[in-house]
């Protein structure tokens, strides 16, 4: 979603729709929109999850960092 920065402001990514931003800002969240390359600011993971049930892997890689979820 979005990153806190300082001074309370919440960093917005590009991509959310108008509805959802109006909702946050009509609940006193301060927005304020990151675009381009300042994106790179918001964090990326990968994760590996093991279905306690049946051992099978499930991963995951944010697709706008370089990385991968690797798992054997």
Same mark, same amino acid.
């Given at each position: 979603?979005?990153?806190?920065? =300082?001074? &309370?402001?919440?960093?917005?990514?590009?991509?959310?729709?108008?509805?959802?931003?109006?909702?946050? %800002?009509?609940? =006193?969240?301060?927005? %304020?929109?990151?675009?381009? #390359?300042?994106?790179?600011?918001? !964090? &990326?993971?990968?994760? #590996?999850?093991? @279905?306690? @049930? @049946? !051992?099978?892997?499930?991963?995951?890689?944010?697709?706008?960092?370089?990385? /991968? /979820?690797?798992?054997?």
């Amino acid at each position: 979603m979005g990153a806190t920065q =300082s001074g &309370g402001l919440v960093a917005m990514e590009e991509g959310w729709d108008f509805a959802t931003l109006a909702e946050l %800002a009509k609940r =006193s969240h301060q927005l %304020a929109p990151v675009v381009g #390359i300042e994106g790179v600011t918001f !964090g &990326g993971g990968q994760v #590996i999850v093991r @279905n306690p @049930n @049946n !051992g099978v892997l499930v991963g995951g890689s944010e697709p706008r960092m370089d990385g /991968a /979820a690797v798992g054997w």
